[in-house]
């Protein structure tokens, strides 16, 4: 039986989360992606809190007027500058499951530019 699109992505997903893995000193910056929204979170998994998060639904970002790609792009620079004001520098890009192309790519790249090393 084959796998569905999203069966696919979970494997993968979990086959990343066996190594990367979020700690105090270094959290795990993990990204969701839906057909419309991203949302980006820094994940401290020894104790299971969120120190910052940012999404395409923030105020700021949803008024933009831009396509999802830059839209991508500001919300890794919101959750950067958020992890940085809870005093993180560097992260663990865990892209969940996603391909590191697009959306996620242009993410991960405005997390960059807003500061954060990985």
Same mark, same amino acid.
Request: glycine share 8%; proline share 1%.
């Given at each position: 039986?084959?796998?569905?699109? &999203? ?6 997903? &979990? ?13 795990? #910056? ?8 991203? !949302?980006?979170?820094?994940?401290? *998994? &020894?104790?299971? &809190? ?43 890009? *865990?892209?969940?499951? !996603? ?7 242009? #993410? ?11």
């Amino acid at each position: 039986m084959a796998l569905t699109k &999203n069966q696919r992505r979970i494997r993968i997903k &979990n086959r990343i989360r066996k190594i990367v893995s979020g700690t105090e000193a270094r959290p795990r #910056l993990t990204v969701f992606r839906s057909n419309k929204e991203i !949302y980006a979170q820094v994940v401290d *998994d &020894n104790t299971g &809190n969120t120190i910052a998060a940012a999404s395409s639904r923030d105020k700021e970002i949803k008024t933009a007027k831009a396509n999802k790609t830059e839209v991508a792009a500001l919300v890794g620079k919101a959750v950067a500058e958020k992890a940085l004001k809870a005093g993180v520098e560097t992260i663990a890009f *865990d892209r969940g499951g !996603y391909l590191y192309h697009g959306r996620v790519k242009s #993410l991960a790249e405005g997390a960059r530019e807003g500061g954060l090393k990985f």
